[in-house]
């Protein structure tokens, strides 16, 4: 780094030339799929939502909220709502009753004040959660369905 001069005087080297790490953009954000809404912080609305979509609510929704597939529910959005869905993803505020299909996931900061209706259920450290619970199997066989049977003793087949 330092050399010495023919008068004995240190003086800096500069730097081999390091080519520079190739300059990378920030990867654009992920495409929508064409089956998605994004609904904006700035957003409001009061009444009945249904949807055969997947559903970003960023904003205050407040009434009802009835999904085919995945809602998800930003960090600064604030729900009134009772909400059916396929799967459900809580960052924010949630007041109201909650049916998914699949699962529901309570991340860091969400907080959900109401009764929950699920096959699986993810509460992760930091949210929180305030009221029922109730499991649903998903692997149960459906009424009507044929049983098996088997030949009786001295039966043939």
């Known amino acids: ?11 800096p080297v500069p730097p081999a030339a390091v080519p520079a790490a190739p300059r990378t953009t920030p990867a654009a954000p992920a495409q929508s799929s064409p089956k ?6 700035t957003v409001k ?4 939502v249904s ?11 407040e009434g009802t909220l009835e999904l085919q597939g995945c809602l998800t529910i930003g960090p600064e959005s ?5 909400i059916k ?5 809580v960052f924010g505020t949630v007041r109201g009753n909650v049916e998914a299909e699949d699962r529901i996931s309570l991340r860091p900061g969400a907080s959900l004040t109401g009764d929950i209706k699920t096959a699986g259920i ?7 959660f305030k009221g029922g619970i109730d ?8 009424q009507g369905a044929p049983r098996a049977t088997g030949a009786a003793a001295g039966d043939r087949r």
């Open 85 to 89: 869905a396929r799967e459900v993803v």
């Open 78 to 82: 604030k729900i009134k709502a009772n």
């Open 1 to 11: 780094m330092w050399g010495k001069s023919s008068e004995g005087i240190a003086t």
């Open 122 to 128: 993810i509460i992760d450290d930091g949210a929180y």
């Open 45 to 48: 609305i009061v009444g009945n």
């Open 135 to 142: 499991i649903c199997r998903t692997d149960q066989p459906q």
């Open 36 to 41: 998605s809404t994004v609904l904006g912080k």
């Open 51 to 61: 949807s055969d979509e997947e559903v970003y609510v960023g904003g205050e929704l």
